[in-house]
């Protein structure tokens, strides 16, 4: 049990197939406590009862797209749970055109909007949990990111571009969390059908194409990226910080 005794805050659960759910279900299997944030348009009457799944399991709403509501969410979980030993962040959204069309028609708009919720909500997420004093020292922050930041992959297009500033963001942040002892890392997860998948054209395919070309020959699971963010969470990792972790049957090195 490698979490006993951690509090985990776990930003953006929306369903049982949300990545967050499975990062949820490795750390509660680990001995960890979680504590949620929801997108606060969210199903409530659903998540209440996804969420009844695990005994007093709570969650608050937070918009990744403000700061304030950032700060509100972060204010209650200390005021309710006292400080915590990391948070999960698994939030991601671009406008369903900018993944559809060629991305040379992404506009400006779109490539905001995708740079603003899926990266710099990272950045505002750390900033005000140190600011708010929230962070146990040693506490570890994750993200999920994908292999579109690092390669060209069909129908990814902005959301690559916005998981390229994350992944750069997690690197600078190491930096400025690291003097408090605080660890931030990343986990690139192979594709997994999610909602949010659902948005990127031929997704289906890739899930087939992995399967053919990754060395495991499978796809992964909730729970596979979840006990990578169980690790990560952990002092196991205590030398780890500003890396990003490949958790995709290790098709990232596969060549042509
Ligand atoms: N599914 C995949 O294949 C895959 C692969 C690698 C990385 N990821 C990443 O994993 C993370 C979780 O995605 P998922 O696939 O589990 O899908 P999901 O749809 O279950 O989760 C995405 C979450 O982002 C939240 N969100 C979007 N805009 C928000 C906003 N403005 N404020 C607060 N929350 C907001 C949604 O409410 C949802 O809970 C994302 O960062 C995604 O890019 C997914």
């Known amino acids: 049990m490698i979490l006993q005794g951690k509090k985990i805050l776990i930003m953006g659960i929306r369903n049982k197939w949300s990545i967050a759910w499975g990062v949820a279900q490795a750390v509660t299997n680990q001995g960890g406590e979680v504590i949620f944030t929801h997108h606060p348009m969210e199903n409530m009457e659903k998540l209440h009862s996804l969420l009844s799944e ?27 749970h006292g400080k915590i030993d990391g948070i999960l962040h698994c939030i991601a959204h671009a406008n369903t055109d900018d993944l559809r069309n ?6 400006r708009e779109g490539f905001a909007h995708a740079s603003d919720v899926s990266a710099y909500s990272l950045v505002a997420t750390a900033r005000l949990a140190k600011e708010e004093d929230l962070l146990n020292e040693n506490a570890s922050i994750v993200a999920l990111t994908y292999f579109g930041s690092e390669k060209v992959m069909e129908g990814y297009n902005v959301m690559g571009v916005a998981k390229a500033a ?12 690291g003097v408090d002892g605080i660890r931030i890392n990343a986990i690139s997860a192979g594709p997994i059908k999610t909602l949010s998948a659902k948005g990127i054209k031929d997704f289906g395919s890739i899930l087939d194409i ?14 596979e990226v979840g006990n990578v963010a169980a690790f990560l969470f952990s002092s196991l990792s205590s030398a780890i910080t500003g890396e990003v972790i490949h958790a995709d049957n290790g098709f990232s090195i596969t060549g042509a």
């Open 166 to 177: 994350l992944e750069a963001s997690i690197r600078y942040l190491s930096k400025d969390l």
């Open 54 to 80: 695990i005994p007093g399991a709570k969650t608050y709403p937070c918009d990744a797209a403000s700061d304030e509501s950032i700060q509100e969410a972060l204010k209650l979980v200390k005021q309710n």
């Open 102 to 107: 060629d991305f040379i028609k992404t506009s």
């Open 210 to 223: 992995v399967e053919q070309r990754a060395p495991l020959k499978k796809n992964v699971t909730q729970v």
